[in-house]
């Protein structure tokens, strides 16, 4: 195994356990806010434009555009977008703590379903005092699982210049 592979799932198993989403979010309704929104009932789409807010309980998304899907089960899936030099954003209160996820990334993409919140280019996620950075991140919000990469999808460039990064704080003891 290469040692950025290990170094990924070093990273994955020191934060498994710390950044579990808040529970409680998904029984409570989205809300969404925007300048403007286009709505395809038939397709069941909402694409909403300009300073676009999600919030559901602690979870919060924001971003320039935010498309909207929901599957036959009434799950939803959203996609936020920034323009230009600025970064989508992702909130969430970790369950049972005070502390947050938040994370940045040119694209943003959350699965109400199965809880993954998927990051795209210029990625950064804090948790608590921890942090982690690259091209592309997946955050389990059932288990509190990262993965990292220096590309931009699930697979690591191995050939690539970029790398991933990552600062873990020790834990105290008291």
Sequence with gaps: M??????????????AGHAIA?????S?????????????????IHLFEGKVVLTQGTLEIRGDTLTVTQDADGFQKGVATSHGKGLARFKQK???TGDYVNGTAERIEYD?????THFYIRAHVTSGKDEVQG???????????????N????SANTGGSSRVRA???PKTTQ
């Excluded at 590309?151 to 699930?154: I, M, R, V």
């Design 22 to 26: 808040e529970r409680g979010d998904r």
């Design 28 to 44: 409570q309704p989205v809300n969404i806010e925007a300048d403007k929104v286009t709505v395809d009932e038939r397709k069941k």
């Design 135 to 149: 091209e592309f991140i997946e955050y389990d919000g059932y288990t509190g699982q990262y993965v990292v990469t």
């Design 151 to 154: 590309s931009g999808s699930k």
């Design 167 to 169: 600062v873990i704080q």
């Design 94 to 96: 970790r369950d049972g």
């Design 112 to 116: 109400g379903r199965t809880q993954m």
């Design 2 to 15: 290469n040692t950025r592979l290990c170094l990924l799932a070093l990273t994955a198993s020191l934060w």
